[in-house]
């Protein structure tokens, strides 16, 4: 078995890891461990901010340290919210208040109507004594809705339908999303890497 630590105290998320990467992994995260500080996420891209949480976590430890950063781009938005995906709407913002920003913005008069494309993109890395080991990327394309749907998932999953789907992320099944979504995609990558022994920079689309 694989012990990874989880660089987050966010348990939707660490749900999501052990549920998609399975039993053959031991995942453990940072809710107990009060001497670990947050780490800002100051990078400009996903990459940038995956690797510093990872290296800086993985600093005196002998574990293998996973980070991921993630969100949502919108192509009408210019990409936005991005790398800001989780405090759209400021600091410590809910994710209701995130959803609502964001489609208050998809309703002003500048904006097209039909212009709804968007992706979840995910980038992890993996590092290990303050060094990094590599990192995997997945993205996964969709449209957003006008109204939420669902109360599954989290973040922006209730407005945001994959490609090839009716449904969005928060109606989906879990067992559905955990097949093709970003982070999906990228820990399927990881977790490739970890078995065959090949650690490396892998992109997974």
């Known amino acids: ?14 749900r999501e890891f052990a549920q998609i990467l399975g039993a053959e992994f031991e995942i453990s995260e940072l809710s107990s461990a009060t001497s670990v500080p947050e780490i800002s996420e100051t990078g400009g891209t996903f990459e940038e901010n995956a690797i510093s949480k990872a290296v800086n976590v993985s600093k005196d430890r002998h574990l293998l340290v996973v980070a991921d950063d993630s969100g949502l781009e919108v192509d009408s938005l210019d990409g936005a919210p ?3 995906s989780a405090r ?18 998809l309703a002003r008069p500048n ?18 004594e303050g060094k990094l080991v590599g ?15 669902g109360s599954g998932g989290f973040g922006y999953d209730p407005i945001f339908v994959p490609s090839g789907f009716r449904q969005t992320f928060g109606e989906l099944p879990a067992e559905t999303k955990n097949k093709i979504s970003h982070r999906a995609k990228a820990l399927a990558a990881l977790r490739e890497a970890l078995r065959a022994g090949k650690i490396g920079s892998v992109r997974a689309n």
């Open 88 to 105: 759209y709407a400021g600091e410590n913002a809910s994710d209701k208040e995130n959803i609502d920003k964001l489609l208050s913005e």
């Open 135 to 149: 990192t995997f990327e997945g993205v996964v394309e969709g449209t957003i809705v006008d109204l939420p749907r």
């Open 111 to 128: 904006v097209p109507a039909d212009e709804r494309h968007a992706r979840f993109r995910c980038v992890i890395a993996l590092a290990r």
């Open 82 to 84: 991005g790398i800001y």
């Open 1 to 14: 078995m694989v012990h990874l630590l989880l660089a987050t105290r966010n348990a939707h998320k660490t």
